[in-house]
Nanobody
Framework: QVQLVESGGGLVQTGGSLRLSCAAS????????MGWYRQAPGKQRELVAT???????NYADSVKGRFTVSRDNAKNMVYLQMNSLKPEDTAIYYC???????????WGQGTQVTVSA
């Protein structure tokens, strides 16, 4: 069982920045891809960014050039640096870990990001 704990959310004005962190309870995550997802009120959960064990990254078109995902495998941590935030970025942000071999899927409890206009 892997536990994920997100932190770093909050209220920020348009154009501001936040850095989200995801702490994993097991070093096994360092061998697998991890991702950030978000869910806005009344909308489905959507992919924000993913990062492979070798730090190859992928982003949703809506955040390209503004968000940066990174990881520190030695600390079992994944980060999401969010710059130039917009009101439409307002959502609960979730950290995700998928075990490529067992197919087990793990989610954190989420952290709220609110961007005021």
């Amino acid at each position: 069982q892997v536990q994920l704990v997100e932190s770093g959310g909050g209220l920020v004005q348009t154009g501001g920045s936040l850095r989200l962190s995801c702490a994993a309870s097991s070093p096994i995550v360092s061998f697998h891809p991890m991702g950030w997802y978000r869910q806005a009120p009344g909308k489905q959960r959507e992919l924000v960014a993913t990062i492979t064990s070798g730090s190859v990254t992928n982003y949703a078109d809506s955040v390209k050039g503004r968000f940066t995902v990174s990881r520190d495998n030695a600390k079992n941590m994944v980060y999401l640096q969010m710059n130039s935030l917009k009101p439409e970025d307002t959502a609960i942000y979730y950290c995700n870990f998928k075990n490529m071999f067992s197919k087990a899927d793990y989610w954190g409890q989420g952290t709220q990001v609110t961007v005021s206009a």
